[in-house]
C-alpha cells in the first residue's frame, strides 16, 4: 500500500504515541494508576493494552508469532520503559504498511476470521486514537488534565513533521 492517507495516519499515530508516553512517563505513579467508570483500566494497563495489541496486529500482518505480553504498567518508569517498545512496534507497522493489501486469517475472540492487512493497519490507528483519548480523560477526571488531545492531533504532527 502506497496510500498517502493511510502513511500520514500511521506515521501520526507513531508521533501521537510517543507524545503520550512522553508525557505519561513524566507524571507521578500515582496518575499511572488512575481509572475512572471502570477502576480495573488504569492508565498503565491501557497503555499496556495499546502496545500489546500493536504486537499481536503486526503478528497478525506478519503471520509471525505474537510477543510475550510485557509486564503490567504500575509506574511511571514502567511507562519508560515500554517507549522503546512502542516506537518498535509503531515502526514495524509503518514499514509492513508498505506491503499489499491481502486477505490474513486468524482467531480473534475464539473465532477464526479474514480480514484485509488494510482493515488491520487501520484498526490499529483507531485503537491507538481510542484509548489516547480514553488516557486523557481518566487523568482530567483526576484533576490532572495534562494530555490536551488537541495538541497531539494532526494538525502539530504536521506542522512537527515539516521541521524533520
Not at 9 to 19: I, T
Not at 83 to 95: H, N, T
Not at 115 to 124: I, K, R
Not at 126 to 155: C, G, P, W, Y
Request: glycine share 4%.
Amino acid at each position: 500500500m502506497t496510500d498517502p492517507i493511510a502513511s500520514r495516519a500511521l506515521r501520526h499515530m507513531a508521533w501521537a504515541n510517543g507524545q503520550m508516553l512522553t508525557i505519561l512517563s513524566q507524571l507521578p505513579d500515582e496518575a499511572i494508576n488512575f481509572s475512572a467508570w471502570n477502576p480495573d483500566w488504569t492508565v498503565g494497563k491501557i497503555v499496556h493494552h495499546i502496545v500489546s495489541a500493536q504486537g499481536r496486529l503486526i503478528a497478525r500482518i506478519s503471520g509471525e508469532v505474537a510477543p510475550e505480553e510485557l509486564p503490567n504498567l504500575t509506574t511511571a518508569a514502567g511507562v519508560s520503559d515500554v517507549i522503546p517498545v512502542f516506537k518498535q512496534r509503531d515502526a514495524r507497522i509503518l514499514d509492513l504498511s508498505s506491503g499489499p493489501d491481502e486477505l490474513r486469517q486468524f482467531v480473534l475472540y475464539g473465532n477464526e476470521v479474514e480480514f484485509l492487512t488494510s482493515t488491520l493497519f487501520a484498526q490499529a490507528v483507531h485503537h491507538a486514537t481510542e484509548h489516547r483519548a480514553q488516557i486523557s480523560d481518566i487523568l482530567a477526571v483526576n484533576k490532572m488534565d495534562v494530555l490536551n488531545l488537541d495538541s497531539i492531533s494532526l494538525f502539530p504532527f504536521e506542522k512537527w513533521e515539516r521541521t524533520i
